[in-house]
């Protein structure tokens, strides 16, 4: 059975940074790509960032890019989002999903398993 649990989530000044990170078991994280996702409250759930099962492609929403990071140990089945130069607006419940597709990857449609979400909160 797979399981995903995320961690790393807390309350930041703006400008400051986390690392997420997201530990999988029932599987190895190599055959999966991995997404991370965020919803603030009142909001839908939106794309954050992924990275394909090879490693070989990532990929990031607009919104995050070029302050957020995401990465993999295969060794260890954990994926990071690391978020530098957070923002108020970076506030939400961040989740990560896996996903055995190779497109879609954009869409909450597109992954098949999800983990519980960890609460970032980005203070002014």
């Known amino acids: 059975q797979v399981q995903l649990v995320e961690s790393g989530g807390g309350l930041v000044q703006a400008g400051g940074s986390l690392r997420l990170s997201c530990v999988a078991s029932?599987?190895?994280?190599?055959?999966?790509?991995t997404g991370w996702f965020r919803q603030a409250p009142g909001k839908e759930r939106e794309f954050v960032a992924f990275?394909?099962?090879?490693?070989?492609?990532?990929y990031y929403a607009d919104s995050v890019k070029g302050r957020f990071t995401i990465s993999r140990d295969s060794t260890k089945n954990m994926v990071y989002l690391q978020m530098n130069s957070l923002k108020p607006e970076d506030t939400a419940v961040y989740y990560c999903?896996?996903?055995?597709?190779?497109?879609?990857?954009?869409?909450?449609?597109?992954?098949?398993?999800w983990g519980q979400g960890t609460q970032v909160t980005v203070s002014a």
């Open positions: 990275i394909t099962k090879s490693g070989s492609s990532l």
């Open positions: 999903a896996t996903s055995m597709r190779a497109n879609r990857l954009t869409f909450t449609t597109g992954y098949d398993y």
């Open positions: 029932g599987y190895t994280s190599s055959t999966y790509s």
